[in-house]
């Protein structure tokens, strides 16, 4: 289908190419002269296939509703180009932007996101998702209970984090901000009952990107907003805490379960 769309085709591009950047970052160190100037090289290319592909996405967007196959290679080039922020330095904010960008495509673009190639993103589909990781042996409704493994280690990276929200919530002056601080407040909640909701509550944590209004959405993600990007970045942590009620899976489901957590939209 890539080769179909120049923005989907650049997206990919833009996305292999922040990978292999970062990657050379962290394997090779043994010629920082050298490793520098590849690196340097990927990061331009990168960073010119993702201005193509915006560019090239906005004038296909300009046209309104999509086709169905047009609205899957739209939301495919969102997606490629959201998970290539999290490769990029000081990506945070293209990030959410782009997180933002998905539910713009989906809600205004795609004839109908249910019936989409990438409906297993929608509520229902990640509700169906995550319950296929839960063991079928366990209490029903419930997770594995913290002490059964290393509890005391784990309530007490849990009761930080508590701590530290705690400390932020002192920092958040309006309305998007306490909202988004008390729905990861109540993700950690969940995680310390062990609940499998904490699961669905936290990949529903990214949709309030996508619900924010415009005015709200730009005051939240602007780099200027101190107390949001603190915010965001116990976001990003909040992954490793739900994490925590995965411990009696295998390697395999840990996997899938980081699969559907990193990006809910």
Known sequence: MAHEYDFLMHAVLALGASHLSLCSTLSDSSNPALLSS??????????????RAIRALNDKLSYGRLSKVDGDAAFAAMMALTFQAGYMVDGMG???????GCHVVADNAMPSFPDSA????????????????????????????LEDVREAERREVLDGFVASLR????????VCEVEYLAGMKRVVGLAIAGSEDAYLEFAAMYNRLGEMSSDDFVRFSAAGNHAARILLGHFFL???VVEMINHRRGRSREGRFRARVTLAC
């Open 38 to 51: 590849g690196t340097g090289v990927m990061e331009r290319q990168a960073l010119g296939h993702r201005v």
């Open 167 to 174: 400390d932020v919530g002192a920092l958040c002056g309006s």
């Open 238 to 240: 909040l992954a490793q």
């Open 94 to 100: 293209d990030f959410v932007a782009m997180v933002r």
């Open 118 to 145: 990438f409906r297993g993103f929608s509520g229902p589909g990640y509700v169906s998702g995550f319950r296929s990781l839960l063991q079928p042996d366990q209490h029903p409704g419930r997770l594995p209970r």
